[in-house]
T-cell receptor, first 111, second 115 residues
């Protein structure tokens, strides 16, 4: 079965700094999703990447998909306290229905 | 346009009792998924349903767990004779269509605590 490994597991950055979170798959990536989970709450959809080389941006968050490396990265520019939370990458499973998820990257942004 | 609604948000049960978790999908969505998030673990798929049909329950424990999505009303995840190991956050997601490359939108989850 597919495994998604996220790095780092946790991250503390100062407000205004840039940061990158990586998600590496053990198998070919067909669809890659990024979600954000605030502590004790549900998942908020951020972006979906479908093709190798695809890059999407939403406000200060940019995600890229490197199909050859079976990897996706999420980059936050000029981080703010509102960016704090747990970032999860998910990928389409073989069944096409379920999403497999990484264990998440916990982000804390300090003033 | 309301999102995915789950209730209750928190549920406390004693060992041996039954837990019923409800999920109303987003308007216009007919595909529902249930996931479980155990402490220190990632989200794990449990079951995928369409109206009146279970399509894939490969992630569901064989005993005590069942799910339904009736023609009318919310999807229900039912856990009979709960044990302490069932304590977790249970999330429901919905999508407009099924299959890959379809965005799943998640509810806020139900946090089940078994005493």
């Amino acid at each position: 079965s597919q495994e998604l490994e996220q790095s780092p597991q946790s991250l503390i950055v100062q407000e205004g700094k840039n940061l990158t979170i990586n998600c590496t798959s053990s198998k070919t990536l067909y669809g890659l999703y990024w979600y954000k989970q605030k502590y004790g709450e549900g998942l908020i959809f951020l972006m979906m990447l479908q093709k190798g080389g695809e890059e999407k941006s939403h406000e200060k968050i940019t995600a890229k998909l490197d199909e050859k490396k079976q990897q996706s990265s999420l980059h936050i520019t000029a981080s703010q306290p509102s960016h704090a939370g747990i970032y999860l990458c998910g990928a389409d499973s073989n069944s096409g229905y379920a999403l497999n998820f990484g264990k998440g990257t916990s982000l804390l942004v300090t003033p | 346009n309301a999102g995915v609604m789950q209730n209750p948000r928190h549920l406390v049960r004693r060992r041996g009792q039954e837990a019923r978790l409800r999920c109303s999908p987003m308007k216009g969505h007919s595909h529902v998924y249930w996931y479980r998030q155990l402490p220190e673990e990632g989200l794990k798929f449990m079951v995928y349903l369409q109206k009146e049909n279970i399509i894939d329950e490969s992630g569901m424990p064989k005993e005590r767990f069942s799910a339904e999505f009736p023609k009318e009303g919310p999807s229900i995840l039912r856990i009979q004779q709960v044990v302490r190991g069932d304590s977790a956050a249970y999330f429901c997601a919905s999508s407009r269509t099924g299959g890959g490359k379809n965005i799943q939108y998640f509810g806020a989850g139900t946090r089940l605590s078994v005493l």
